[in-house]
């Protein structure tokens, strides 16, 4: 399983919009990421603030920004 200080999230896959999800359109769009977060999060066994927390960090140290 991937470490939480490597995982980060995203919702770039515009056909890939996430299953199970009532009312959403079939081309994905950014505002799904809650619905990424909330599945993986569920499927790691951590709290989605505990996921955020680190794929923000991996985000801030990856890339060199702050958010």
């Known amino acids: 399983m ?10 770039d ?3 890939l919009t996430p299953k199970n999800v009532p009312g959403l359109d079939r081309t994905n769009v ?3 990421i ?3 977060v909330r599945d993986l999060a569920r ?8 996921l ?3 794929a923000k960090k991996n ?8 958010g």
């Open 2 to 11: 991937i470490p939480l200080d490597r995982i980060l999230v995203e919702t």
């Open 13 to 15: 896959a515009p056909y």
């Open 30 to 32: 950014p505002q799904n």
């Open 34 to 36: 809650r619905y990424v």
């Open 43 to 50: 499927y790691r066994k951590v709290s989605e603030e505990v």
């Open 52 to 54: 955020l927390e680190h």
């Open 59 to 66: 985000t801030e140290r990856i890339f060199g920004v702050k």
